[in-house]
């Protein structure tokens, strides 16, 4: 008797085996962009499992964490692999997530009824971002210090609530071993925890629903005509894992020829170091706040550039809500104007943050 | 209408309640630091009044935050909170044009610790400096204004 057929005569797998056998995926123009989204997952697997191995080394304090990447790097056997896999794939995985997102907000995928699919996937971009920050401090170098002083400080600067965001963030007044602390914890277990939750939320919001087709190929099809598909298991899987494999070799070849800088221990008595800026990512919302005059109409600059970022952020969850058109399956322009308007932006602007002095 | 099932219902989500609430509050004010056991610095010493060359400054520790004193290029010296007003970065001196730079978003201040361009909603914060003892070896001792 096979295994399987075993586990099969306890829990009665006939359910996953009709969903695998009948799960399809619509054939058309855009398809290429339904790769982004597994691409992203691999890579957070990726992160999961590099980030259990740098734990085995990694010591959490102020004292002693610089030291023990710089032994990470150094003296543990691959270490230097481990480490610069972590990095670099951190990177690729918040690029193939934007890529994501906007794949999806051209496409217009958020439309009724994938609505929850949207926000789940946003709230999870965000929890990336938080990722990006939370661990950029742990090796507690001399940038990581100084980028998350200003990012707790923007924190800091939410009207109302931002003296006690601050603390909370900090662990205290400044940042200090208190903070790398809180940093660690939040790194490793918090946002763990809540993105493997939501992943598996937002996955099984797309395997109940399908995939998503694009307004336009869907009012081409004539009325009862059926779209072309191509069985999910294993055509599709197949290709997925190759999708996979490319970005094994991309992620293999930047940890290998490109090693991810320590740079210098972190000293709070220190001034920072001029052209200093913060990971790519936040690129544009770094240059954004340097162009914000002090005063804007009376109001500080700061909290302006703060309070105008966060409106963006609950207005992109809002989408699905918001576009009227799409929730119909009409063409809607206006809503590509804006993704579009927001792609220029955030090229645009980081781009500039990297160039500008 | 009122009836004992209801009641039961209301009883058992008071309940539920009163213990969520009670797990929650511990937890909320565990997550508050404490208040920094060490009491706010007055004053400090900022290093010898030697070590600073006209039109030079250096960092000094001012309690838990970092402090600047300049020595301007008439001789003056003169003290501030190197924490920017803008997003908390430590600030520096520029010897070219004489004025108090933060890299982080390009805020500057001139040497009375006011805004001259940049972000920061306010100028740095001033200290006084006094010197004790005589000559090269006199401490600068900057307190709070």
Known sequence: MKVIDWVDERLDLSGVRHFVAHKGVPLHAQKVWYYLGGMTLFLFGVQVFTGILLLLYYRPSAAEAYESVQFIVTEVQFGWLIRNLHSWSANLLIGLAFAHFFSVFFLKSYRKPRELTWVSGMLLLFLMLAFGFSGYLLPWNELAFFATKVGTGIAGAVPVVGTFTLRLLRGGDDVSGATLSRFYGLHVAVLPAITTALVAVHLLFVQRQGMSVPIGVERKLKPGEPLPQMPFFPNYVLRDVLAWYVVIAVLAALAAFYPWELGTKADPFAPVPAGIRPEWYFLATFHTLKLVPSHVLGIEGEHLGVVAFGVVAIVLVLVPFLDRRASRGQPSPLFTWLAALGLLYLVSFTIIGHYAK | MFNRRRFLDALLSVGFVSTAAAMAYPVARFLVPPVSGEPPVDSAVAGR??????????????????????????????????????????????????????????????????VVSGPPPRGLQKFTVNLRGEGDDAEIVVSRT
């Open chain 2, 49 to 114: 009044a030697g070590m600073l060359r006209p039109n030079s400054a250096a960092i000094f520790k001012f309690g838990t935050t970092p402090g600047i004193v300049v020595r301007t290029a008439e001789g003056d010296l003169r003290a501030f909170s190197a924490v920017c007003t803008h997003l908390d970065c430590t600030v520096q001196f520029r010897a070219d044009t004489s004025e108090l730079w933060c890299a982080c978003h390009n805020g500057m201040y001139d040497l009375g610790g006011n």
